[in-house]
């Protein structure tokens, strides 16, 4: 079983930042990748930033050249930057983590989600 611990949401005003980190729990050997995604009021989810285990990196739209994504792999934990903040980005801030190898040699292919942290844009 995987756990993961969100921090850093809150309030910010519009053009302010935000870091938000995430961390994985649990028997793990490695995770493939880690990700953000967010799910606004009366939205779908989708996603923000993601990294793999490789660094490779992939970004939603709306995130480019405002957020960036970084990962400490020997802690299973990923981080989140976020500049240039807009009131469209008010939403609750899920971590996820993708197809984790655990020490005992098993695979998870599903894929775990944190509890949410919220994000508040406002002025």
């Known amino acids: 079983q995987v756990e993961l611990a969100e921090s850093g949401g809150g309030p910010v005003q519009p053009g302010g930042s935000l870091r938000l980190s995430c961390t994985a729990s649990?028997?793990?050997?490695?995770?493939?990748?880690m990700g953000w995604w967010r799910r606004a009021p009366g939205k779908q989810s989708e996603l923000v930033a993601r990294?793999?285990?490789?660094?490779?990196?992939d970004y939603g739209g709306f995130a480019k050249g405002r957020f960036a994504i970084c990962g400490d792999n020997a802690n299973h934990t990923i981080y989140l930057q976020m500049t240039k903040l807009q009131f469209e980005d008010t939403a609750v801030y899920y971590c996820?983590?993708?197809?984790?190898?655990?020490?005992?040699?098993?695979?998870?292919?599903?894929?775990?989600w944190g509890q949410g942290t919220q994000v508040t844009v406002s002025s």
């Open positions: 649990g028997t793990i050997f490695r995770i493939d990748a």
């Open positions: 990294i793999t285990n490789e660094g490779e990196t």
């Open positions: 996820s983590a993708e197809k984790v190898l655990f020490r005992d040699g098993h695979a998870s292919w599903r894929d775990f």
